[in-house]
């Protein structure tokens, strides 16, 4: 990670679950960007340059999964830390998304409190 605020890409189809997002990240010293799709994480992705990625699972058009696979083969993503935001958390799915190379994976609902430790916790595990 850069010495400048850790920067943030949270990738997410429904509004209000980024806008509750964006409520509970905006003050804690992350450069953010959301993203309403997969297609437009993609396009979106290279110039803002994420030390973590936040995906949900479940999206219309290209799911997490899927953005995932897509994001993994542009330029300088390859190592970059996800973590898929996913109301599947049994422990079958979560393996499943760990093997994709999820760094973790965080339930929805997520407590907006938690949840900027919890991606100061990813920051310092990943190859950020």
Same mark, same amino acid.
């Given at each position: 990670?850069?010495?400048?605020?850790?920067?943030?890409?949270?990738?997410?189809?429904? =509004?209000?679950?980024?806008?509750?997002?964006?409520? !509970?990240?905006?003050?804690?010293?992350?450069?953010?960007? +959301?993203? %309403?799709? $997969?297609?437009?994480?993609?396009?979106?992705?290279?110039?803002?340059?994420?030390?973590?990625?936040?995906?949900?699972?479940?999206?219309?058009?290209?799911?997490?999964?899927?953005?995932?696979?897509?994001?993994?083969?542009?330029?300088?993503? =390859?190592?970059?830390?996800?973590?898929?935001?996913? !109301?599947?958390?049994?422990?079958?799915?979560?393996?499943? +998304?760990? %093997?994709? $190379?999820?760094?973790?994976?965080?339930?929805?609902?997520?407590?907006?409190?938690?949840?900027?430790?919890?991606?100061?916790?990813?920051?310092?595990?990943?190859?950020?």
């Amino acid at each position: 990670m850069n010495t400048s605020a850790p920067r943030i890409l949270y990738v997410e189809d429904e =509004a209000d679950i980024r806008e509750v997002a964006e409520f !509970a990240l905006e003050d804690e010293g992350f450069d953010l960007l +959301f993203c %309403a799709s $997969g297609q437009e994480a993609l396009e979106q992705v290279v110039a803002f340059a994420p030390d973590l990625i936040l995906l949900d699972v479940m999206m219309p058009g290209m799911d997490g999964p899927s953005t995932l696979g897509q994001l993994r083969q542009l330029p300088g993503l =390859a190592e970059t830390a996800v973590a898929f935001l996913t !109301a599947k958390v049994q422990p079958r799915e979560v393996e499943s +998304f760990l %093997a994709l $190379g999820a760094l973790e994976v965080i339930a929805k609902p997520f407590d907006p409190m938690a949840l900027p430790e919890q991606i100061r916790e990813l920051l310092s595990r990943g190859n950020c």
